[in-house]
């Protein structure tokens, strides 16, 4: 279904189904049936209102349960990873052998399908972000089967298809040692490849849209970087939600995508002044939030495209860190200013099956098209980072071992 025909007396029934919170009465611990249970139901509700299909999830059979000694004598401790050991450039990304061990109490061991590239990938890589130690394998989501368990936990087996998205760093690897509770189950509809590229920037669509800033039918959004991997889903997410989307991007052909993922009115910002754009497109209203990931080039320029009271939603900095801001800049307009990160919106095992939920059902419903616009074999790396870094890359970038 195109999201345009997707109605918004649809959309409201959508928000107005119960939620199957709280949560925690469904899971007491960390548990796969459990959470396959808790996703189902929100799957359910989900399409339940708009399309009234069901919805299953890859489970494993009962009585197929495995233990790590019995995988650990079939499965390899060496597996191939990217690691990094000195800061830099795209070319520090090593192809080596790595030792991931076995899973101990509360882990698994995950032989990974697909990858998903983030662009936060990029910043550990060059010391944006902080390392906890060296050398260490980027990467924070994949999808894989469980190959291992480690001892006395219930409620994974081998075989499981899941998902997990953010900390522990360490998904450029064919396979990797999780701790259970980060994982989600994998709905089977959802492609692995599709999951793996969409679950961390779906969630990030997820609490910017719903949690951070509340969009509504009638609000009027800026979205810079919008034919990018988050970019994408939160044009479409909110168009979904009733809203007028405007988005900026740097080439024609981004901006093509970005009308069809839904922006209204999409801005050249490499060839426009986007502030003056956005100005003549809300009568010289502004816009009700901004959500701003490009940082450095657009932070002063989006303050200015805020009406009264506007949220400014400063969530990444692809083009480098802004500058600092002084308390006194938002006080002529009385504006909020956040900077939000996705871990701490998915804090609570709760909020994980919550947020991965929607976005599962987003996707089954056609609500959210995931695009996956670039594959590349794992080894290559390096290139993948060299293309998002450049700017040469829309939608998500998929790496595959
Ligand atoms: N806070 C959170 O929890 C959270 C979670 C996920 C992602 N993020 C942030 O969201 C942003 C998008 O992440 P993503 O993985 O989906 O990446 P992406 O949007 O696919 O790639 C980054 C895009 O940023 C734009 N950009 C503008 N100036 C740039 C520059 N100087 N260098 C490189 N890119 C530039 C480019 O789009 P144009 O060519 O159209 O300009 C580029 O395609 C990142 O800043 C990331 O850190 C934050």
């Given at each position: 279904?195109?999201?345009?025909?997707l109605?918004?007396?649809?959309?409201?029934?959508?928000l107005?189904v119960?939620?199957?919170?709280?949560?925690?009465?469904?899971?007491?611990?960390?548990?796969?049936?459990?959470d396959?249970k808790?996703?189902?139901?929100t799957?359910?509700?989900h399409k339940?209102?708009?399309?009234s299909s069901s919805?299953?999830?890859?489970?494993?059979?009962?009585?197929?349960?495995?233990?790590?000694?019995?995988a650990?004598?079939?499965?390899p401790k060496?597996?191939k990873?990217i690691?990094?050991h000195?800061?830099?450039?795209?070319?520090?990304?090593k192809?080596e052998?790595?030792?991931i061990?076995?899973?101990?109490?509360g882990?698994i061991?995950?032989r990974?399908?697909?990858i998903g590239?983030n662009?936060?990938d990029?910043?550990?890589?060059k010391?944006?972000y902080?390392?906890?130690s060296f050398?260490?394998t980027?990467?924070?989501?994949?999808v894989?089967?469980?190959t291992a368990?480690?001892?006395?936990l219930t409620?994974?087996?081998v075989?499981d298809?899941v998902?997990?998205?953010g900390?522990?760093?360490?998904?450029?690897?064919?396979?990797q040692?999780?701790?259970a509770?980060?994982?989600?189950?994998?709905?089977?509809?959802?492609?692995?490849v599709?999951?793996?590229?969409v679950?961390l920037?779906g969630?990030t669509?997820q609490?910017?849209l719903?949690?951070c800033?509340?969009?509504?039918?009638?609000?009027?959004?800026?979205?810079?970087?919008?034919?990018g991997?988050v970019?994408?889903?939160?044009?479409?997410?909110?168009?979904?939600?009733?809203?007028?989307v405007?988005g900026?991007v740097?080439?024609?052909?981004?901006?093509?995508?970005?009308k069809?993922d839904?922006?209204h009115?999409v801005?050249?910002?490499?060839?426009?002044?986007?502030?003056?754009?956005?100005n003549e497109?809300t009568?010289?209203?502004?816009?009700?939030?901004?959500?701003?990931?490009v940082g450095?080039?657009?932070?002063?320029?989006s303050?200015e495209?805020?009406?009264?009271?506007?949220y400014?939603?400063?969530f990444?900095q692809?083009s480098?860190?802004?500058d600092?801001?002084?308390?006194?800049a938002?006080?002529?307009?009385?504006?909020?200013?956040t900077?939000?990160?996705?871990?701490?919106?998915?804090?609570?095992?709760?909020e994980?099956?919550?947020?991965?939920?929607e976005?599962?059902?987003?996707i089954?419903?056609?609500v959210l098209k995931v695009?996956?616009?670039?594959?590349?074999?794992?080894s290559?790396?390096?290139q993948a980072h060299?293309?998002i870094e450049?700017r040469?890359?829309s939608?998500?970038?998929?790496?595959?071992p």
């Amino acid at each position: 279904m195109s999201l345009s025909r997707l109605s918004r007396f649809q959309y409201h029934r959508l928000l107005l189904v119960p939620s199957p919170s709280p949560a925690s009465q469904l899971i007491p611990k960390c548990n796969f049936h459990q959470d396959s249970k808790f996703l189902s139901q929100t799957l359910r509700n989900h399409k339940g209102i708009l399309y009234s299909s069901s919805f299953s999830l890859h489970t494993s059979k009962p009585g197929v349960r495995a233990v790590a000694t019995e995988a650990s004598s079939s499965s390899p401790k060496m597996v191939k990873a990217i690691r990094v050991h000195e800061l830099g450039g795209p070319e520090v990304l090593k192809w080596e052998d790595v030792d991931i061990g076995e899973p101990n109490e509360g882990q698994i061991r995950v032989r990974n399908k697909a990858i998903g590239l983030n662009f936060i990938d990029v910043y550990f890589r060059k010391g944006v972000y902080k390392a906890s130690s060296f050398p260490f394998t980027p990467g924070m989501e994949a999808v894989g089967v469980v190959t291992a368990v480690g001892p006395g936990l219930t409620g994974r087996q081998v075989g499981d298809l899941v998902a997990y998205a953010g900390q522990p760093m360490g998904s450029y690897a064919e396979e990797q040692i999780l701790p259970a509770n980060k994982v989600v189950p994998v709905p089977s509809s959802v492609d692995p490849v599709v999951a793996a590229s969409v679950l961390l920037k779906g969630m990030t669509a997820q609490f910017l849209l719903r949690r951070c800033f509340k969009v509504e039918p009638g609000h009027t959004i800026l979205v810079h970087a919008a034919a990018g991997g988050v970019g994408s889903l939160l044009c479409q997410w909110a168009n979904v939600l009733g809203a007028t989307v405007i988005g900026t991007v740097s080439t024609k052909e981004k901006a093509a995508q970005a009308k069809e993922d839904g922006c209204h009115h999409v801005i050249l910002y490499t060839e426009e002044d986007f502030v003056a754009r956005v100005n003549e497109l809300t009568s010289g209203n502004g816009v009700e939030v901004v959500y701003d990931s490009v940082g450095k080039d657009t932070f002063q320029g989006s303050l200015e495209c805020l009406k009264l009271r506007g949220y400014m939603v400063s969530f990444g900095q692809s083009s480098g860190t802004p500058d600092p801001v002084p308390l006194s800049a938002l006080a002529p307009k009385s504006l909020f200013l956040t900077r939000p990160t996705l871990m701490q919106y998915v804090v609570t095992r709760d909020e994980l099956l919550e947020a991965a939920g929607e976005v599962f059902a987003n996707i089954a419903s056609g609500v959210l098209k995931v695009r996956v616009n670039h594959t590349y074999p794992l080894s290559e790396a390096a290139q993948a980072h060299a293309d998002i870094e450049s700017r040469k890359t829309s939608g998500s970038v998929v790496l595959v071992p």
